[in-house]
Nanobody
Framework: QVQLVESGGGLVQAGGSLRLSCSAS????????MAWFRQVPGKQREFVGG????????YYADSVRGRFTISRDNGKNTVYLQMNSLKPEDTAVYYCAGSDGILIRTTTPEYNDWGQGTQVTVSS
C-alpha cells in the first residue's frame, strides 16, 4: 500500500517562498505520476501541478505556472513543490497525490493515493 506524507507547510508573507515535500513509500515508482492539489474550505480540490516519475516531465496549472516548480529525488522517493512569489490566494491545504501511469492527469478521481495534506497560509 502506497503511503504519501507531506511536509513543509506553514505561514509565509506574500512574495515569500515555501518548499513542500512529499515522501512516498510502499511500491516502486517507475511508472507513476505524482501531483499536487490544493483545497480551500467550500471549494473543490484543484490541480496545482504534476510530475511523471519515470520521465521527469512536469505540467502546471495556469495559476501557478512560472511561480511553482515540481521536482523529484528518485533516491529518496520524494517529490518537492517549490513555491515562489506566493500570493494570499495560494492559501490552502496542499495535498500530494499519486497514480499509476506516465501521463499527468489533472482531476482528483484519477489519483488513487493521497497524503494527509499540509496547510499553507500566505499573509498579505
Amino acid at each position: 500500500q502506497v503511503q504519501l506524507v507531506e511536509s513543509g507547510g506553514g505561514l509565509v508573507q506574500a512574495g515569500g517562498s515555501l518548499r513542500l515535500s512529499c515522501s512516498a513509500s510502499g511500491r516502486t515508482f517507475s511508472r507513476y505520476i505524482m501531483a499536487w492539489f490544493r483545497q480551500v474550505p467550500g471549494k473543490q480540490r484543484e490541480f496545482v501541478g504534476g510530475i511523471s516519475w519515470s520521465v521527469g516531465s512536469t505540467y502546471y496549472a495556469d495559476s501557478v505556472r512560472g511561480r511553482f516548480t515540481i521536482s523529484r529525488d528518485n533516491g529518496k522517493n520524494t517529490v518537492y513543490l517549490q513555491m515562489n512569489s506566493l500570493k494570499p490566494e495560494d492559501t490552502a491545504v496542499y495535498y500530494c497525490a499519486g497514480s499509476d501511469g506516465i501521463l499527468i492527469r489533472t482531476t482528483t478521481p484519477e489519483y488513487n493515493d493521497w497524503g494527509q495534506g499540509t496547510q499553507v497560509t500566505v499573509s498579505s
